[in-house]
């Protein structure tokens, strides 16, 4: 189980971005995948999981609306679109995978397998 985030970049405020996360060694319908954040000296966050045998995909309630799941099958990825980007947006952004039966977990301690992060910068 491999997973290779990537398209992070330096964005100004209220622009937007879209980070994909390309999996390999396991088909995506097997697997939930998490997106986490981890800002400048704080924490690494979860804030969005898509649940595929449950048909399911969460976001923190704080993030609703600008920020968008989505995956395609073909290329086996995943992608995060995020609008009206904030400053406090800014981190590193990891994906995560997790055996598809158990569902969604917020914890990262929840998600055995991880990609390399891809780091978002918002500032002007």
């Known amino acids: 189980v491999q997973l290779q985030a990537s398209g992070g970049g330096l964005v100004q405020p209220g622009g937007s971005l879209r980070l994909s996360c390309a999996a390999s060694?396991?088909?995506?319908?097997?697997?939930?995948i998490g997106w986490f954040r981890q800002a400048p000296g704080k924490e690494r966050e979860g804030f969005s999981c898509?649940?595929?045998?449950?048909?399911?995909?969460y976001y923190d309630d704080s993030l609703k609306g600008r920020f968008t799941f989505s995956r395609d099958n073909a290329k086996n990825t995943v992608y995060l679109e995020i609008k009206s980007l904030k400053a406090e947006d800014t981190g590193v952004y990891y994906c995560?995978?997790?055996?598809?039966?158990?569902?969604?977990?917020?914890?990262?301690?929840?998600?055995?397998?991880w990609g390399k992060g891809t780091l978002v910068t918002v500032s002007s």
């Open positions: 060694g396991f088909t995506l319908d097997d697997y939930a």
């Open positions: 995560a995978a997790r055996e598809g039966r158990y569902g969604c977990r917020a914890s990262p301690s929840e998600y055995p397998y």
């Open positions: 898509r649940a595929e045998r449950q048909g399911r995909i």
